[in-house]
């Protein structure tokens, strides 16, 4: 099939036939939604109620941008799978937190679908590309033996071309104008083969975009002068005129179509530039009310229509009786009094009359005005508020808006009775709330596949932060990680994108996880440690528990690993435990305690008699030698004093002729009487010394006998001596 220019306006032709009403209907009812009237002097009354419905529909099905939640689709031990959830969740949620082009094309996808009836989005791959100069070959350069080609020396003799290099990388997501969207005419999504949005560019634009074949296509379309609208101003500036042109997906060909109106011929064609899964850049789009028929939508305001255009008949009238709830009447004209008292009356202010008496008379006031009276008007009313409520109930019976979800109630009702009003509510607006967090989640993972497959890796690095972590302290993981994002069909096994809730603002959600986190670990752990001291065996599946409760809680992700690393650690020391030797009962253990301090005993006995026996001996030399020494001496005199008597020295005889010892033989006696007192005063010394040793011997011997017992133990525990 040729998917010319002439094939793709047929195309877009059937489009806008099949979809005139739907266009038309929805133009309506953004005017009435504006309240946008063709008569400005129009002073008919209305009630608003397509304004208040959508004000009050829209919080509850949207009130904040989601949150991107990227996980192990499995929840199990696979660090490499939880490292690149974290790595593509940080990625996404910095283009989330730092643009705001999803939330504002979200949101306004939303007030297409509660107002027209359709809301659409776009999702495109915009690099930021940067020239960098090439280094050029200089003439320092050895070029011996080299001979450039032709080629190459046409290239060298003028500048090198600048390298271009990508900077930086984005997703952007576009708002799709209701009208300007368009696909294949057909019963459900999943028959549909192409789908096309209408842009509009400048000449400048798309010059720079499709080349010089742009200057043929014509500028057709300006602010003011829109090609839809019947109220055209001709009156344009040449600035305001732009281009209209068609980007048109077809997934058959799997290829980009760009035409314009009014040019022939194509302005570009391109194969498939994002690569995208389901191929189309937008997802199913926001449907207000379709069947298994057609695709056109049936706006909600079109299903309470007739009750609205009820209400604002009613409004009007209320308006017109209100106008006529006036205090009018007639009065006597010959008594102009009371003209001034209808017009000067005021508090404690007395009209006087001239003729009192006669006044009286005609009976006074009461018979001198006449009003006309309010009372069917007021009770028209009445009538009117009653019938005016009666429709709006019709409307919130129809739209499921209970009162409970527009925050009125009635002061009688129970609590039960508002509790089944809201859930009524809950349940009626399921289905939409299901259907935006669908389209919501699929253009984040529209915005996944395209990081995943276009980004460079270092710019996903950078952006995610991920080396900021303990994981990112591990190269090799970091690496692994990368490659699985790389890798599309391993990527969508192990990983899962979702949403969390868009309706409620909780700012304290965050924390409250972490605390819900905190107590339900602690409280485990606690009953954990208990078990394990019982039966240590079962420490392996209390770990497990224990992993198993963390990856269920998104907070717990960030101390996922540092579980794990703890669980690891602990089987490996629980490994180390069972490859030693069995410990001894207690009974062995008191045996083997028993027997060492026997030999503790036996070994201090052995120490004492040694010791006894080395004094003894000590004591017996000591002996030895002082004998000797005392014979030696004794030897000595007895020589001295032999040779003495020989010479005659040993007497003398004083002046009265007595006979005495003589000076000679005195000073020996002396002199052998110091030696020996010199020499028992070493063999005393040497005893007291022996005696001392002997004692303090004795004294430490007593005190180990006496002192506590300490056992020592090896590394592994065991018992192998006592001290």
């Known amino acids: 099939m040729a998917y010319d220019a002439f094939y793709w306006r047929d195309e877009l032709h059937r489009y806008k036939e099949d979809y005139k009403k ?13 309240d946008e009237r063709k008569d400005a002097t129009n002073i008919d009354v209305r009630f608003n109620i397509l304004w208040s419905n959508v004000k009050t529909l829209k919080p509850a099905i949207y009130s904040r941008a989601p949150n991107i939640e990227v996980s ?27 643009y705001t082009d999803f939330h504002s094309a979200l949101s306004n996808s939303i007030d297409d679908r509660l107002l027209p009836g359709r809301g659409v989005a776009w999702v495109r791959y915009e690099p930021k590309i940067e020239s960098q100069e090439q280094p050029q070959i200089t003439d320092d350069v050895e070029t011996e033996g080299y001979e450039a080609g032709q080629d190459e020396m046409n290239g060298l003799a003028g500048e090198a071309e600048p390298l271009e290099v990508v900077t ?79 980007e048109i997906w077809c997934k058959p060909s799997k290829k980009v179509y760009w035409i314009s109106d009014g040019y022939d011929g194509l302005l570009d064609e391109r194969d498939d530039p994002l690569e995208l899964e389901c191929f189309f850049p937008c997802p199913k789009p926001l449907f207000s009310t379709v069947t298994t028929d057609s695709l056109i939508p049936v706006a909600d305001f079109k299903l309470y229509q007739d009750q609205a255009d009820e209400m604002d008949e009613i409004s009007g009238r209320i308006a017109h009786l209100t106008k006529a709830c006036k205090v009018m009447g007639v009065y006597a004209a010959d008594e102009p009094s009371l003209a001034r ?27 001198a005005i006449q009003l006309v009276p309010l009372g069917d008007i007021i009770a028209a009313l009445q009538q009117l508020y009653q019938a005016r409520e009666a429709c709006k109930q019709v409307i919130y019976e129809t739209t499921g808006l209970s009162d409970i ?56 690095v950078q952006v995610s932060g991920i080396l900021n972590t303990p994981d990112g302290q591990n190269p090799q993981l970091i690496a692994a990680a990368i490659q699985l994002l790389k890798n599309e069909p391993i990527r969508n096994y192990n990983i899962d994108i979702e949403t969390d809730s868009m309706v409620e603002i909780d700012q304290q959600k965050e924390k409250q996880d972490r605390v819900d986190f905190l107590s339900a670990a602690s409280s485990f752990l606690e009953k954990a440690v208990q078990a394990a001291q019982v039966a240590p065996d079962i420490l392996p599946v209390v770990t497990q528990m224990l992993l198993f409760g963390i990856r269920g809680f998104k907070v717990g992700r960030e101390l996922e690993g540092t579980f794990e690393q703890f669980t690891e650690q602990t089987k490996q020391k629980m490994l180390a435990k069972e490859q030693q030797p069995p410990q001894p009962s207690p009974e062995e253990q008191k045996m083997q305690a028993e027997m060492q301090l026997e030999q503790a005993k036996a070994q201090q006995e052995a120490q004492k008699s040694e010791m006894d026996a080395q004094i003894k001996k000590y004591q017996a030399d000591l002996k030895a030698q002082t004998d000797m020494q005392i014979a030696q001496m004794r030897a000595e005199t007895d020589i001295r004093l032999k040779a003495m008597d020989k010479s005659g020295e040993l007497v003398e005889y004083g002046a009265d002729g007595t006979q005495q010892a003589s000076a000679v033989i005195q000073n020996v006696v002396a002199e052998n009487n110091m030696a020996l007192q010199q020499n028992m005063g070493a063999v005393i010394q040497a005893i007291q010394a022996s005696n001392e040793q002997q004692t303090q011997a004795l004294a430490g011997m007593l005190a180990q006998l006496t002192a506590p017992k300490q056992v020592i133990r090896d590394t592994n525990g065991k018992i192998v001596g006592v001290q």
Not at 72 to 97: C, H, M, S, W
Not at 341 to 366: C, H, S, T, Y
Request: charged residues 35%; hydrophobic residues 40%; proline residues 3%.
């Open 22 to 34: 739907f266009v038309t209907s929805g133009e309506k009812i953004v005017k009435r939604y504006r």
């Open 72 to 98: 192990r689709r499995f929840k199990d031990q696979n660090d490499v799978g939880r490292v690149a959830a974290t790595i593509l969740e940080r990625t996404i949620d910095y283009e989330l937190r730092q």
């Open 168 to 246: 930086d990388e984005r997703t952007p997501v576009d708002y799709v104008f209701w009208k300007d969207f368009a696909h294949l005419p057909a019963r459900t999504w999943e028959e549909v083969t192409w789908v096309a949005r209408r842009v509009y560019m400048s000449k400048d634009e798309g010059i720079e975009r499709f080349g010089d074949k742009f200057e043929s296509v014509p500028l057709a379309y300006s602010r003011e002068k829109d090609p839809q609208n019947d109220d055209n101003n001709q009156n344009v500036v040449a600035d305001d005129k732009k281009a209209v042109v068609w």
């Open 341 to 367: 008292l209808m017009k000067e009356g005021q508090d404690a202010v007395l009209i006087p009359v001239e003729n009192w008496p006669a006044f009286m008379e005609r009976g006074g006031i009461g018979q």
């Open 405 to 460: 979800l527009r925050g009125a109630s009635v002061a009688n009702e129970t609590a039960t009775a508002q509790g089944i009003k809201a859930q009524f509510a809950s349940i009626r607006l399921n289905d939409m709330k299901d259907d935006v967090s669908r389209f919501a989640r699929e253009i984040l993972r529209m915005k996944a596949e395209i990081i995943c497959s276009k980004y460079q890796p270092e710019i996903i």
